[in-house]
């Protein structure tokens, strides 16, 4: 199982409750905050919700 390294770069303010919900739920919140995950399908699913939002960078 691979794992991605994902950082919000724009902010929830003003976006539908269903994305911020998302970002908390990926355990961000707020700008610059990083986490490590792994990436299984549940995991993809949030991340292409709110993709537009974030950085995703894999790890080596």
């Not at 794992?3 to 739920?25: C, D, F, H």
């Not at 707020?30 to 709110?50: C, F, H, S, Y």
């Amino acid at each position: 199982m691979s794992k991605v390294i994902v950082r919000q770069i724009r902010s929830g303010i003003g976006r539908a409750p269903v994305v911020r919900e998302t970002l908390k739920a990926l355990g961000l919140g707020r700008l610059n905050k990083q986490r490590e995950l792994a990436l299984n399908e549940a995991t993809k699913g949030m991340l292409k919700k709110v993709e537009y939002l974030l950085e995703v960078t894999p790890v080596k």
